[in-house]
């Protein structure tokens, strides 16, 4: 007899389809097979059930600059589990001269208490001198094993010696870097131009973010991994020139996983000719590219060169936020809501349109990214023993997105008015129902820690 039973739906995993029934027992998968019975069961004819998806880049409640992202941990979280989200990795960003293993404790004193679901950590590394990579195998040992290394913003950047360095650490004691690969000095030259030449409006933003400068970085990246021989994962892909330079690397034999959004597959550069200031809606880092990179990207998912969607969700008010660079797009906070709308989004763009199958759909946005930081077998999959954390999604249910609809704390969504078809319903937390026939009917606070580890 198991507590809970989901019955008659169709459960996908990243291995294969099957019509069975998903038995949990506390908060653990306990049984996957035909005719279980349970205290409780729940009708999923119809349904697909799938496992908790992984949104492996968020950033909640982040200072960027003077203003902070809109979405708390309490929110952004609850957001996350309509969207079927039950795990994200969000960031750890420590103070200049902050020893890393108590901005860890800052950070998870923020998250802890406030989360609806589980939620892990990537320190950043925004200095790579001996003192603070010292602290690398005592981060690693606290459960943060992957670090995010930036080559573009002031005060985060790390130079070619920086990265050298911090990868060099990274390899020899397991961490995980994960990097925002992008050139600085040529971001900082074109918007400077482009403000000498008074051109101040958000289309100029992609305009000093070219394609061929994202791809310079991950070229200069890749060729430092390869000297230091340390596996990597890119952070937020957005060209088809970026791509060639992965399968380079891979056809030398370097590991480089690489990570895409809803964004760079969706969107595209023509969201910044919109009227007056709307452009600003899309300002983010790199910027949504030509249709051209969007086939690139998902040819790519297809063929398994892509290997994780995650959402890289910043949301700031368009009203009250992004208007602090009304008069200089260099000033327009960047980073764009999403937590709530990846898997509808990539089911009715990726699924139904027959460029993703079900199971590697599920392998993008849930067991792949389980998999790479050490949270596998426990998340990412529907397996005896793993979490009950699942997702009961009805592929006929039909959403016209909106920001009044949404439960991100933000006044817009890039997808204002997309219709998609298909909609998680019920969500389980660790066999906790925190959604329900699209209802939150969690606790904030249920989440916890979870520790990543190395690899
Ligand atoms: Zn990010």
């Known amino acids: 007899m198991f507590d809970l039973v989901i019955a008659n739906g169709t459960v996908v995993t990243a291995e294969g389809i099957a019509h069975a029934d998903v038995g949990i027992r506390n908060d653990k998968i306990a049984a996957i097979g035909a005719r279980l019975v349970g205290l409780q069961t729940v009708d999923a004819s119809g349904m697909l059930v799938l496992p908790g998806a992984i949104d492996e880049h968020v950033h909640l409640q982040m200072p960027v600059g003077d203003v902070t992202s809109s979405d708390d941990f309490r929110s952004g979280t609850v957001a ?81 010696g920086g990265l050298l360095r911090a990868l060099s650490t990274l390899r020899t004691h397991g961490g995980r870097p994960l990097v925002h690969a992008e050139n600085h000095h040529a971001i900082i030259y074109l918007a400077s131009l482009a403000l000498a030449e008074g051109r101040t409006g958000p289309e100029s933003h992609p305009l000093t973010r070219p394609a061929i400068m994202e791809a310079e970085a991950i070229h200069r990246l890749l060729s430092l991994a390869g000297v230091t021989g340390t596996p990597l994962i890119l952070a937020h892909l957005s060209c088809a020139l970026g791509l060639e330079e992965v399968r380079r690397a891979r056809a030398r034999g370097q590991t480089v996983w690489v990570e895409t959004c809803p964004q760079y597959l969706l969107l595209d550069e023509g969201e910044y000719q919109r009227p007056g200031f709307e452009g600003a809606k899309f300002v983010m880092a790199p910027p949504p590219r030509s249709a051209a990179d969007r086939a690139a990207l998902w040819a790519g998912l297809a063929a398994g060169e892509v290997d994780t969607i995650a959402t890289d969700h910043c949301p700031f008010f368009y009203e009250t936020q992004k208007t602090r660079g009304r008069h200089d797009f260099s000033k327009i906070p960047g980073g764009a809501p999403g937590i709530e709308t990846r898997l509808p989004l990539l089911y009715t763009h990726g699924v139904r349109t027959g460029r993703l199958s079900l199971e590697r759909w599920v392998e993008v946005c849930c067991t792949g990214p389980a998999r790479r930081f050490g949270l596998a077998p426990r998340k990412g999959t529907l397996a005896v023993g793993a979490d009950a954390d699942v997702i009961i999604f009805d592929p006929e249910r039909r959403v016209t997105l909106s920001a009044g609809g949404l439960h991100q704390n933000v006044d817009y969504t890039p997808y204002e008015g997309w219709e998609v078809h298909g909609y998680p319903i019920t969500v389980l937390s660790r066999g906790q129902v925190i959604v329900q026939d699209g209802e939150f009917v969690g606790e904030v606070g249920h989440g916890s820690f979870l520790e990543t580890v190395p690899l």
């Open 80 to 160: 996350a589990a309509h969207g079927g989200t039950t795990t994200i990795i969000d960031f750890v960003e420590p103070e200049p001269g902050q020893p890393l293993l108590a901005a860890l404790e800052e950070r998870r004193a923020e998250a802890d208490g406030q989360v609806a679901i589980d939620y892990g950590l990537h320190m950043t590394l925004s200095r790579a001198d001996d003192e603070t990579l010292a602290q690398v195998p005592a981060c690693i040992n606290a459960g943060t094993a992957s670090f995010k290394l930036y080559m573009a913003y002031e005060g985060l950047r790390l130079d070619d």
